[in-house]
């Protein structure tokens, strides 16, 4: 009935090293929690999961990964440091199920543990994750949920780069779900498709928590507070960065400021009086950086969505043509908040000016509108869906 707890069990990319994983997973549970059910964050962390995060280097991925991880050698202490600091949030922040699972049969175990199921965020039903690029098909059974003898339900799941024959293999299990979404509007009609259901658009649960949320439940610390300075959060590889690098220093001298640089993938950052390498920074230290950056210049999809919950003048950089990146997911949250102009395609298409100031975007004028209207249709779909209720 309405408003009896229930027991939900979630499950999704809670333990990857990785800010948007870790912090969607949070924020999920977050807001289950906040509706009155007791959560459980089912702690299963795949072998091929724990080998790609767990090992800093010689992580089986083949010759060009593994040279791409030897750059990284002269940072292999603050790299320790940010893994160190991501295992004490997931054990500080995550209620996390009394045993840890390595293996999709052993989720049997859990199988009338819950009245509900939740499986997602993330790109938990793409076969290219890292989780999931290396191993069979099974390997992505227990984010299916095939485990489940309960009400099962999705909530912003991702398929992200999987072609239509490879969707083709998982309609029948998804089709097995009581409620389907997913985080992008272009995936909602493929998982239709090969489920037969209706598949709900929601916002990534990052956004389901709004800024004074995130200040409120996490304690951000005071990093990098004392003085102005841009936040670069990229995902680029080893292969490119020297001469973004060289591009953030011209960029730090025009603007006056400093640039913390946080780029997990390519981490060997040069020493130098402009740039700042805060690659040891966990999800809280990820926070405070974000809480506290003048502006942000990011590639990356939740330091985008991050920068718009946060009210940051920000830019999102692409090394293609700004036409593509409407196509991308980046490109399709900025679209829909009316944020198209913050694209940029070059270093120099930053006015020092913006930077300086910090007030170049009023999301008064209609982002924030569109985005509490997407908090809320996402919120209202997880309360029917989790309780069984009908509209």
Same mark, same amino acid.
């Given at each position: 009935?309405?408003?009896?707890?229930?027991?939900?069990?979630?499950?999704?990319?809670?333990?990857?090293?990785?800010?948007?994983?870790?912090?969607?997973?949070?924020?999920?549970?977050?807001?289950? %929690?906040?509706?009155?059910?007791?959560?459980?964050?089912?702690?299963?962390?795949?072998?091929?999961?724990?080998?790609?995060?767990?090992?800093?280097?010689?992580?089986?991925?083949?010759?060009?990964?593994? !040279?791409?991880?030897?750059?990284?050698?002269?940072?292999?202490?603050?790299?320790? !440091?940010?893994?160190?600091?991501?295992?004490?949030?997931?054990?500080?922040?995550?209620?996390?199920?009394?045993?840890?699972?390595?293996?999709?049969?052993?989720?049997?175990?859990? %199988?009338?543990?819950?009245?509900?199921?939740?499986?997602?965020?993330?790109?938990?039903?793409?076969?290219?994750?890292?989780?999931?690029?290396?191993?069979?098909?099974?390997?992505?059974?227990? /984010?299916? !949920?095939?485990?489940?003898?309960?009400?099962?339900?999705?909530?912003?799941?991702?398929?992200?780069?999987?072609?239509?024959?490879?969707?083709?293999?998982?309609?029948?299990?998804?089709?097995?779900?009581?409620?389907?979404?997913?985080?992008?509007?272009?995936?909602?009609?493929?998982?239709?498709?090969?489920?037969?259901?209706?598949?709900?658009?929601?916002?990534?649960?990052?956004?389901?928590?709004?800024?004074?949320?995130?200040?409120?439940?996490?304690?951000?610390?005071?990093?990098?507070?004392?003085?102005?300075?841009?936040?670069? /959060?990229?995902? !680029?590889?080893?292969?490119?960065?020297?001469?973004?690098?060289?591009?953030?220093?011209?960029?730090?001298?025009?603007?006056?400021?400093?640039?913390?640089?946080?780029?997990?993938? %390519?981490?060997?950052?040069?020493?130098?009086?402009?740039?700042?390498?805060?690659?040891?920074?966990?999800?809280?230290?990820?926070?405070?950086?974000?809480? /506290?950056?003048?502006?942000?210049?990011?590639?990356?999809?939740?330091?985008?969505?991050?920068?718009?919950?946060?009210?940051?003048?920000?830019?999102?950089?692409?090394?293609?043509?700004?036409?593509?990146?409407?196509?991308?997911?980046?490109?399709?949250?900025?679209?829909?908040?009316?944020?198209?102009?913050?694209?940029?395609?070059?270093?120099?298409?930053?006015?020092?000016?913006?930077?300086?100031?910090?007030?170049?975007?009023?999301?008064?004028?209609? %982002?924030?509108?569109?985005?509490?209207?997407?908090?809320?249709?996402?919120?209202?779909?997880?309360?029917?869906?989790?309780?069984?209720?009908?509209?």
């Amino acid at each position: 009935m309405a408003g009896h707890p229930l027991n939900v069990g979630i499950i999704t990319y809670h333990a990857a090293y990785n800010y948007g994983s870790v912090l969607q997973a949070y924020a999920t549970q977050t807001k289950i %929690a906040s509706m009155g059910h007791h959560v459980t964050m089912i702690d299963y962390r795949s072998e091929e999961g724990e080998r790609y995060y767990r090992n800093l280097y010689f992580r089986g991925q083949g010759l060009k990964s593994t !040279l791409a991880d030897m750059t990284m050698l002269p940072v292999a202490t603050k790299r320790k !440091l940010r893994m160190e600091r991501f295992e004490r949030f997931i054990r500080e922040n995550m209620r996390l199920s009394q045993n840890q699972y390595h293996k999709p049969g052993e989720l049997g175990k859990l %199988a009338d543990a819950f009245d509900v199921a939740v499986s997602g965020s993330d790109q938990i039903i793409n076969k290219h994750s890292n989780e999931l690029e290396r191993v069979g098909w099974g390997y992505m059974d227990p /984010y299916l !949920l095939a485990w489940a003898q309960c009400r099962k339900i999705s909530y912003a799941s991702s398929p992200a780069t999987m072609t239509d024959e490879e969707l083709d293999r998982i309609g029948p299990a998804l089709a097995r779900f009581d409620a389907l979404s997913a985080r992008e509007r272009s995936a909602c009609g493929k998982l239709e498709r090969v489920s037969g259901k209706h598949v709900e658009h929601v916002c990534d649960p990052t956004l389901l928590l709004t800024s004074d949320e995130w200040l409120e439940h996490v304690p951000v610390g005071k990093t990098m507070r004392e003085t102005p300075y841009l936040l670069f /959060y990229s995902l !680029l590889r080893p292969k490119r960065a020297v001469g973004v690098f060289n591009q953030l220093k011209e960029l730090s001298q025009r603007i006056g400021m400093r640039i913390a640089v946080l780029t997990p993938m %390519a981490g060997n950052v040069p020493k130098c009086r402009e740039l700042v390498n805060v690659l040891d920074a966990g999800p809280e230290e990820f926070l405070s950086l974000m809480r /506290y950056a003048q502006a942000v210049l990011t590639d990356s999809y939740h330091g985008t969505l991050f920068s718009i919950n946060f009210h940051k003048t920000f830019w999102v950089y692409t090394e293609g043509t700004k036409e593509h990146e409407l196509g991308t997911r980046r490109g399709q949250v900025l679209q829909e908040l009316g944020l198209t102009d913050r694209i940029i395609t070059d270093f120099t298409q930053i006015p020092s000016a913006e930077v300086k100031n910090g007030t170049a975007i009023d999301y008064s004028a209609g %982002a924030d509108v569109i985005l509490q209207s997407m908090r809320d249709r996402s919120i209202a779909y997880l309360k029917k869906s989790v309780a069984h209720q009908e509209n």
